[in-house]
């Protein structure tokens, strides 16, 4: 096969054939000597990628063979990648190898790194075994770099998605924490909300305050949000929207700790809040739930004797 | 097929299954309309617990039921909407405005014998 090869590049003079097939035939070839080029100096090549990559302090957060390890696998993984031409290995062990480094703090720019370190070291060594043929050089060149530069990308991107994906996961985390529906008394339920509503979290919010609604068939529900720094009109929308679906399951709200700002922001943005029912602070707000409940709450020494021993 | 009116006291009860044909809402606006008087009864509950998507011309045949229902002298409840119609039906801006609404049928009957102990 070799031999094919060479016959077909040797005659300078005559242009090789430009089609398609033909030419990816002839990368196809090329890749599968650079493979073997590669498995010939397996051990040379890993050596001298991980003594660059400790060199340019890259992936400091691993000992020396932890790097070593990684880089190994990486290296028959890149192999492999170039020997097949599919990526899906490639893909999951690139995903796999994030999962494992990003918690203990490497970043994207190490990841990006190691592989283009490992591109240059591939590619010099390309560059010392073909230095006689310049012709055979850029073939080689032709068909490893698309490979190359695939890699690369494929790595990288994985990379970034996973940590993508563990950072919507903790921003999910966040905002389930952030949102608890509380119930105070029987049929009374409280949503203290903190921090910033965005329309995400606002719909987060009303679904979980109506799933607690049903759960615990609650008749009032406060909201108080003094927590809230700011609010604009699409957040007042929002909560507007969250008391009339509450109000369309039966419940009742009652909101509370409006900071003069906003109140201020909303009588300037002119939304509608006269249905709705406010209260000065969270206190007010449960006594004023607790009388809709028919609730009345007695300091204990006022309570007459005969009807403290009273039962119910 | 036409949506049984049940009498429980002075209060009818009609329950709408799952799909609801618009034909069949607008008959029974009519026959619930009719019925509240003939049956001198003062209250009427709709149970939409098995409805999981509320078109606008479901809701607002709904709202004007209950007008026309007060028209005519008696209170309407709308009971048993679920979380997701509900979150839903805000997002289109179908409010029910001056419509009674209530978790369930049970909570429907404690409203209305509420309303109708101070109406008394």
């Known amino acids: 096969m070799l031999q094919t090869e060479k016959n077909r590049l040797n005659p300078p003079e005559k242009p090789p054939p430009a089609t398609s097939v033909q030419s990816l035939e002839r990368t196809s070839v090329l890749l599968r000597e650079l493979v073997s080029h590669l498995r010939q100096n397996r051990t040379e090549l890993r050596e001298e990628w991980a003594r660059r990559i400790t060199q340019a302090k890259l992936l400091t957060a691993m000992s020396n063979e932890e790097v070593f390890a990684e880089a190994t696998s990486v290296y028959d993984n890149y192999v492999e990648a170039l020997e097949t031409g599919t990526f899906e290995a490639l893909q999951a062990y690139a995903r796999n190898l994030s999962e494992r480094i990003i918690p203990r703090g490497v970043e994207t720019h190490e990841v990006v790194g190691i592989v283009l370190l490992l591109r240059d070291v591939l590619a010099r060594s390309l560059f010392a075994k073909y230095q006689a043929d310049f012709t055979k050089l850029d073939r080689i060149l032709d068909a490893y770099e698309p490979a190359a530069n695939r890699i690369a990308n494929t790595v990288a991107v994985g990379f970034v998605q996973e940590r993508e994906r563990v950072i919507r996961q903790q921003q999910e985390a966040i905002r389930e924490l952030s949102t608890p529906v509380l119930q105070v008394r029987e049929r009374l339920l409280i949503l203290p909300i903190i921090g910033v509503i965005d329309p995400q979290r606002a719909r987060q919010l009303t679904e979980q305050l109506l799933r607690g609604i049903r759960s615990n068939r609650a008749k009032v529900v406060v909201i108080d949000i003094t927590g809230v720094a700011a609010m604009d009109a699409t957040v007042a929308n929002h909560l507007v929207q969250t008391v009339e679906a509450s109000r369309l399951l039966g419940a009742t709200v009652i909101v509370t700790g409006l900071s003069p700002e906003i109140a201020q922001t909303i009588v300037n943005i002119g939304v509608d809040l006269g249905k709705m029912n406010t209260v000065g602070d969270l206190q007010g707000g449960i006594e004023q739930a607790e009388r809709l409940l028919g609730y009345k709450v007695v300091p204990f020494t006022e309570v007459p004797r005969t009807e403290a021993q009273q039962p119910g | ?120």
Request: cysteine-free; proline content about 2%; glycine content about 4%.
């Open chain 2, 1 to 120: 097929m036409e949506i049984p009116i049940l009498k429980q006291g002075n209060v009818l009860i009609a329950t709408l299954q799952a799909a609801v044909p618009d034909v069949d809402l607008l008959s029974l606006r009519t026959a619930l309309v009719r019925e509240v008087v003939r049956s001198r009864s003062r209250g009427v509950i709709v149970d939409v617990t098995a409805i999981d998507v509320m078109d606008s011309f479901a809701s607002h045949i709904l709202q004007d039921l209950a007008h026309m229902i007060r028209l005519r002298g008696a209170e309407t409840v709308i009971v048993g909407i679920q979380p997701e119609v509900a979150f839903a039906m805000v997002q289109l801006g179908l409010r029910l405005e001056n419509v009674a609404t209530a978790l369930d049928l049970e909570e429907g009957m404690s409203y209305l014998n509420r309303k109708f102990r101070t109406l008394a």
